[in-house]
């Protein structure tokens, strides 16, 4: 497993961006594959976007062509830069690695993003 630290979020007008990090431990990080995840209030976990180990992404509808994933190995880190940012876009955040695209075992702690109207 790796350990994951999430950082970058905050708040931010409709209409703005972040860009959000997860920082890995671990000399393995460019075999795992990275998912970003969110969780709004009394709402379910849902699956933002993925990246495989070698940089293919895929994204959920609801942030295609706002959203942007991509991991930089040398500092065994993955972003998520989110454009375009919609209220509907509030909820914590979380990073995950998995061996697979289908399964993560290891997750961070999450990073609150709140986007005001």
């Known amino acids: 497993q790796v350990q994951l630290v999430e950082s970058g979020g905050g708040l931010v007008q409709a209409g703005g961006s972040l860009r959000l990090s997860c920082a890995a431990s671990g000399r393995t990080f460019s075999v795992y594959a990275m998912a970003w995840f969110r969780q709004a209030p009394g709402k379910q976990r849902e699956l933002v976007g993925i990246?495989?180990?070698?940089?293919?992404?895929d994204y959920a509808d609801s942030v295609k062509g706002r959203f942007t994933i991509s991991r930089d190995n040398a500092k065994n880190t993955v972003y998520l830069q989110m454009n375009s940012l919609k209220p509907e876009d509030t909820a914590v955040y979380f990073c995950a690695a998995g061996a697979t695209m289908v399964h993560f075992g290891s997750w961070g702690q999450g990073t609150q993003v709140t986007v005001s109207s």
């Open positions: 990246i495989s180990a070698g940089g293919s992404t």
